[in-house]
């Protein structure tokens, strides 16, 4: 590629790329060059991660998008693709992204590919917006390629406290949870629900906790939101057919990560959990 | 239980063995507070008194597999009482937690899943449903005037294969639902039911 931007990592899913680990896909300063700071993903199975960007100009947004490297895998063709984004356009609630990239498709040559993307945008409160990565469009859409990754965007005017970590995976949690809420009731809405509202609490405890102990559950609860937001993004429109899925492998994520929450005395199991210990919010 | 009596078999559906599990002991501070549902207490009653007389209750692996839901809305439906919210020393106008919640259906699960480890209790996974007589279930209900439905809705599936069950085995069903229930007799008289039995008409005493 010509132009090379500090895109730390993305959604490269062939085996030699480098990755990254959960702990890496929380937002972190990197100097002051707004740098973007993507996770990776595992083949199949696209890991969701909101990005968080502190309120700016539109412009701003913009300016620090086009040119960056998205890294994108077409499953049909089982090969990876490295795209440079090229025009966006950021909305009230979205945010749009082009990119053009060459795939090398082996014996059918190299293939020039535009990409169009856009991913949804919250804002959070009167500083933080939330992106979320969205469906591809375009000759992208379908099972063929895999959802980008995350797109996680630091705000280069300062560092990021524990404090902060903490208080951005509380909101994030609370929007997710307030969003199960709405869903139409069952087991696996109720198991969706229930395991966030324990993760708020367990975020709330955490305050209180040395900082080692708060990057080791940080990173285990921010996996087990990824997914759990995988799903809503996943089923939003068809909401009542969750109801049907086999969520035995989200129920073991969630009975481990109350053994690693009891495990540092930060919260008990949900089965010991006495109602008195639970946090005010 | 008089009516009970000559059968060594007696079918639960659901909702009864939920009624049965739904026994669930909360910590608040240095109280214990025992959730149960509103017809627990009968269920296990009426449980007790047919172990008690050698009898063993069963299901079909449908009804078993129905569990899960059946427990979500007893859940749901309990845990909204405000004497429950009380108990539990939540402020008038507070709400039970949603993680209480889940902590109560997964208590109540773990029951449900370790039914089968009783020797009283069996879950039939060699029953197969006649189509012809499903079939027939379900025209029988949908002539059925609304109000022998009461407020249950006209039953499903799994409903209609604890029916048939009944009959290709000869074995009284306990239901908690009076569209099923209230067709009894007309099920009985048409040869598409044994006896069924609305279970807070069954008097464990």
Known sequence: MAHQTPVVGNLALADAWPRLSD??????????????????????????????????????????????????????????????????????????????????????????????????????????????????????????????????????????????????????????????????????????????????????????????????????????????????????????????????????????????????????????????????? | MQRLKDFSYIIYDANCIVYHCFFVDLQVGSATVTVTSRFTIHTRQLTDKLIANNKKVTTTQSAFDEVRECLYAAVEDRMAYREVEHQLGYAQGEHVSEQVKLKVLLSVEKHAQKLPTNSWFSVDANFIPDGNAIKTLRDFFARQNPLTLGKSKSPGQVDLELVNFGVQRQWPLVTNDRGISNSAEQLRTANLATFIYYLMDLNPA
């Open chain 1, 23 to 281: 702990t890496e896909s929380v937002p972190t300063h990197h100097g002051n060059d707004g740098t973007i700071i993507c996770s990776t993903a595992a083949a199949g199975s696209p890991k969701t991660v909101w990005g968080i960007y502190s309120a700016k100009p539109k412009v701003f947004i913009s300016g620090h998008l086009e040119g960056q490297q998205l890294d994108i895998f077409n499953k049909w063709l089982e090969l990876p693709a490295t795209h440079i984004i090229r025009d966006v356009l950021v909305g009230e609630t979205s945010l749009e992204v082009e990119a053009s990239g060459i795939v090398d498709a082996g014996f059918f040559g190299n293939l020039r590919q535009t990409v169009a993307t856009h991913f949804n945008a919250f804002l959070l409160d009167t500083n933080c917006i939330l992106f979320s990565n969205e469906n591809t469009r375009d000759e992208w859409e379908g099972p063929e390629v895999t959802k980008f990754g995350s797109l996680c965007l630091s705000d280069a005017s300062k560092s990021w406290t524990p404090e902060e970590r903490l208080e951005t995976l509380r909101i994030q949690m609370r929007e997710l949870f307030d969003e199960f809420l709405k869903w139409p009731g069952s087991y696996n809405q109720l198991l969706l629900s229930g395991s966030l509202d324990y993760c708020r609490s367990a975020i709330n405890k955490l305050k209180n906790s040395p900082v080692d102990v708060q990057d080791k559950l940080i990173s285990q609860i921010r996996s087990y939101y990824n997914q759990c937001y995988g799903l809503s993004k996943q089923y939003q429109q068809t909401k009542s057919t969750i109801r049907r899925l086999n969520l035995q492998s989200l129920q073991d994520r969630f009975e481990l990560l109350q053994e690693a929450c009891a495990s540092v005395h930060v919260y008990p199991r949900l089965e010991d959990l006495d109602l008195a210990d639970i946090p005010a919010e």
